[in-house]
T-cell receptor
Framework: EAQVTQNPRYLITVTGKKLTVTCSQN?????MSWYRQDPGLGLRQIYY???????DKGDVPEGYKVSRKEKRNFPLILESPSPNQTSLYFC?????????????FGPGTRLLVL | TQLLEQSPQFLSIQEGENLTVYCNSS?????LQWYRQEPGEGPVLLVT?????EVKKLKRLTFQFGDARKDSSLHITAAQPGDTGLYLC????????FGAGTTVTVRA
């Protein structure tokens, strides 16, 4: 089954404690991205990757890091989480990033930073 | 400031009624997509429109892209409880941007 998986689905942490949210897709997609979703603000892109070892900042990259060492995986790293990073996070993938392909989203990771 | 403005923000209707949600911008989009997101899940693509004036139908859902490619609408005929969800539009100028969404609730 074609899918994007994220782990964990729920996470409660404290300020400053490094965490990683994993994302994996099994569709051999080149393009992957991370979004955060906040009430009234919609989905905002954090980082994206056009291919292995190619990553770039989205609209709200501050406080986040990513890596793309393998085509299928695109982890999101919060080196020192802060309460304003409390949000719902989605990973997505598509064949390319041109805006006309289907973008497949993971189920989301709900993060609470205390 | 959102690049795409969606209205209304919330919509609650009775089963069998029709509804329309709107997605507007001052920018011209090369393409526009509509997604539906159900609670606890990620958004799922419903349709992509690329040509000004284009109309696409998906069962009871009708999508229209404005002639100037700055706006779009989603019309649902005879809404059912299964249509309940958050409807998001996403438009590409030089990159893909999402609207804040319209939360639709269809009461049985």
């Amino acid at each position: 089954e074609a899918q994007v998986t994220q782990n964990p689905r729920y996470l409660i942490t404290v300020t400053g404690k490094k965490l990683t949210v994993t994302c994996s897709q099994n569709m051999n997609h080149e393009y992957m991205s991370w979004y955060r979703q906040d009430p009234g603000l919609g989905l905002r892109q954090i980082y994206y990757s056009m291919n292995v070892e190619v990553t770039d900042k989205g609209d709200v990259p501050e406080g986040y890091k990513v890596s793309r060492k393998e085509k299928r995986n695109f982890p999101l790293i919060l080196e020192s989480p802060s309460p304003n990073q409390t949000s719902l996070y989605f990973c997505a993938s598509s064949r390319k990033g041109t805006g006309v392909e289907t973008q497949y989203f993971g189920p989301g990771t709900r993060l609470l930073v205390l | 400031t959102q690049l795409l403005e969606q209205s209304p923000q919330f919509l609650s209707i009775q089963e069998g009624e029709n509804l329309t949600v709107y997605c507007n911008s001052s920018s011209v989009f090369s393409s526009l997509q509509w997604y539906r997101q159900e609670p606890g899940e990620g958004p799922v693509l419903l349709v992509t429109v690329v040509t000004g004036g284009e109309v696409k139908k998906l069962k009871r859902l009708t999508f229209q892209f404005g002639d100037a490619r700055k706006d779009s609408s989603l019309h649902i005929t005879a809404a059912q409880p299964g249509d309940t969800g958050l409807y998001l539009c996403a438009g590409r100028v030089y990159k893909l941007s999402f609207g804040a969404g319209t939360t639709v609730t269809v009461r049985a």
